[in-house]
């Protein structure tokens, strides 16, 4: 009787601490909370949520990647991305995730670790339930959606062909997609090492160009400024020409929206430039 007591306390408190994560939220306004860098961690990840003014159990969610030198505050210091997650009532999710190319593994070459877990991993099988469960959000193939920005959009692309059973919706802005069009680029070599003493990982692992095989059931919205001089656009042009010829073999699916951006460089003048769109997309493509 006592046992069955105590049980019955434990699972009353339980309930309760998760409703409390669930509503203790202040609509319109940013709030941090702590996520587990690994599963039964002491150590955590901060991860900035902004809560819209309509937030209820139905509102969406969208994770907001950053870029490589970034951080959680950035997609709140630089867009108004909090205007339209009021006006579309989604909760906006934004991780910390400095110095990561979203990768899903380490290797012995792997000279630069963002945190304990490879970070693909970390947001699928750590943030994503976390945001479900203890945090309580709607999460499910039909209310999740992905964006980033610069390495953060090939984030987004990687979750969103990695988890497409979860995420419904992507949108990538100015992203690096093909690694083997950087070979050089410090980013990746600190993840997988020298291209030319690795070049089958380089080919074979997260190579989100043939992964976008995965992406028949996420909507996808491809953005990038024509006078990008870091990231070329032809990064973009390469997914989008990917995924019409997934279109034309596959004779379903595979839909998605590419924009260009006009006079547009690479910085988040250009996010905010085409936010508008990326939101709206947003809208339309999730429930």
């Known amino acids: 009787m006592k046992r069955t007591f105590i049980v019955q306390v434990l699972l009353f408190i339980i309930i309760t601490i998760n409703s409390i994560y669930a509503i203790d939220f202040k609509p319109g306004s940013w709030v941090i ?30 994770i907001a990647l ?15 991305i909090a205007y339209y997650a ?59 959606g992905v964006c980033g920005f610069s390495i953060g959009a090939r984030g987004a692309l990687r979750i969103g062909e990695m988890y497409s059973d979860t995420v419904g919706a992507i949108a990538c802005l100015s992203g690096y997609y093909d690694m083997l069009a950087h070979v050089k680029n410090n980013m990746f070599v600190a993840v997988y090492g020298r291209y030319n003493d690795n070049p089958q990982r380089w080919a074979a692992i997260d190579n989100a160009i043939d992964d ?4 028949k059931n996420v909507a996808v919205f ?51 430039s085409v936010l508008p769109e990326m939101m709206a997309f947003f809208n339309e493509n999730l429930k």
């Open 212 to 215: 976008a095989k995965n992406l």
């Open 222 to 272: 491809l953005a990038h400024g024509n006078k990008d001089s870091r990231v070329p656009m032809e990064q973009s042009f390469m997914l989008a020409v990917k995924l019409k010829q997934l279109q034309k073999e596959q004779k379903s699916g595979y839909n998605f929206t590419f924009v260009e951006k006009k006079y547009k460089m690479h910085d988040w003048n250009f996010c905010q």
């Open 86 to 144: 009021n006006m579309y009532n989604m909760v906006i999710v934004c991780p910390n995730m400095p110095k990561t190319v979203y990768e899903s593994q380490f290797f012995d070459e792997t000279t630069v670790k963002w945190n304990e877990m490879p970070a693909a991993l970390w947001i699928g099988t750590i943030l994503i339930p976390y945001l479900k469960n203890t945090v309580g959000l709607k999460i499910d193939k039909n209310s999740l």
């Open 66 to 80: 950053h870029d490589y030198d970034g951080s959680m505050n950035s997609w709140q210091n630089n867009t108004n």
């Open 33 to 62: 909370v702590n996520v587990p860098a690994l599963e039964n961690s002491t150590k955590t990840v901060p991860v900035k949520l902004y809560i819209p003014k309509d937030y209820s159990k139905n509102s969406r969610t969208i």
